[in-house]
């Protein structure tokens, strides 16, 4: 079983900036693609970035040019730089990652909370 751990979030001002981690333990052959959600209240939880095994990257159009996924594929970690944050960016924030364990996986991590005040 492949577990998610997020850290990283938090409470910050408008135009302030947060760096979220994931952590992926366990069982794992590889990660092909790994990504970020968040759900905001009310609101469908949506994709915010996504990266895959050969670095290819792709974000949701609210959050280019402010944010900026990464990842470590040796600590099988992958990271979320969040600059110029806004009001509207306050969700919780989901990692997610596909790839082969004994079996292939589909992991969600629990979620971290940011808030960003105006």
């Known amino acids: 079983q492949v577990q998610l751990v997020e850290s990283g979030g938090g409470l910050v001002q408008a135009g302030g900036s947060l760096r979220l981690s994931c952590a992926a333990s366990?069982?794992?052959?590889?990660?092909?693609?790994m990504a970020w959600y968040r759900q905001a209240p009310e609101k469908q939880r949506e994709l915010v970035a996504v990266?895959?095994?050969?670095?290819?990257?792709n974000y949701a159009d609210s959050v280019k040019g402010r944010f900026t996924i990464s990842r470590d594929n040796a600590k099988n970690m992958v990271y979320l730089q969040m600059n110029s944050l806004k009001p509207e960016d306050t969700a919780v924030y989901y990692c997610?990652?596909?790839?082969?364990?004994?079996?292939?996986?589909?992991?969600w991590g629990q979620g971290t909370q940011v808030t960003v005040s105006s």
């Open positions: 366990g069982i794992i052959f590889n990660i092909n693609r």
């Open positions: 997610n990652a596909r790839g082969l364990s004994y079996i292939s996986f589909d992991s």
């Open positions: 990266i895959t095994s050969g670095d290819s990257t």
